[in-house]
């Protein structure tokens, strides 16, 4: 295997054994659940609470910048676009030439359905663009994009922040299932 194959196979496993399976039947109430007052999600526009929002669609992402200390609980709706836009986004059209992403101007989903089809095709153009990466390629710092370490140290960072992220969302998930005892009953 090579260097490229080896961080793409990572990545994937945790992808292919861990969380895509742990997405799959999200509900719309699920995805926009908020288990504390305050939390930042996705929401239509104009809706928001939060001075600031990103996107150009009828949905938009609570943000601000700098943002709070302590940062606010999420909802998976938040989560997802983090991974989609921030996660992966940036960084496919950054160092693999695919079509620029930036915050500001993505359209959020307001679905489930359509945010998971969002994450699926970006996870697509990750681990396509990492697969085909050369030895020369993971030593070298990309020549595109904000960060200047080489290669190999922003595969892994994203891996690292996919992994985190994505257990992030599980959590939320076993607690919208056991809140009030409700999945005990259900066994």
């Given amino acids: ?16 054994k861990n969380l895509r399976p742990r ?8 995805y926009f659940w908020e288990p504390v007052r305050g939390c ?3 929401r239509p526009r104009g809706t928001s609470a939060i001075t600031m929002s990103e996107g150009s669609g009828e949905w938009t992402m609570d ?6 200390v302590p940062a606010p609980v999420t909802t998976i709706a938040w989560r997802l676009a983090h991974i989609i ?12 030439g695919g079509q620029g992403v930036d915050s500001e101007t993505f359209t959020y989903a307001g679905t489930a359905d359509e945010a998971l089809k969002q994450l699926d095709e970006m996870y697509g153009k990750w681990n396509a663009g990492v697969r085909d990466l050369s030895d020369a390629d993971l030593e070298n710092p990309p020549m595109v994009g904000p960060e200047r370490f080489p290669m190999e140290n922003r595969i892994l960072h994203v ?3 996919l992994i985190h992220h994505g257990a992030e969302i599980s959590l939320l998930r076993d607690l919208y299932r056991w ?5 005990a009953h259900r066994i």
């Fill in 1 to 16: 295997m090579t260097k490229s194959e080896q961080l793409s196979e990572q990545l994937d496993w945790y992808w292919r």
């Fill in 23 to 30: 997405l799959e039947g999200l509900t719309d109430e699920e």
């Fill in 40 to 42: 930042w999600s996705i």
């Fill in 63 to 68: 943000y601000v910048f700098p943002g709070p």
């Fill in 85 to 96: 836009v921030s996660c992966l986004g940036y960084r496919v059209g950054w160092y693999f």
């Fill in 159 to 161: 891996n690292r922040e």
């Fill in 179 to 183: 809140q009030d005892g409700a999945a």
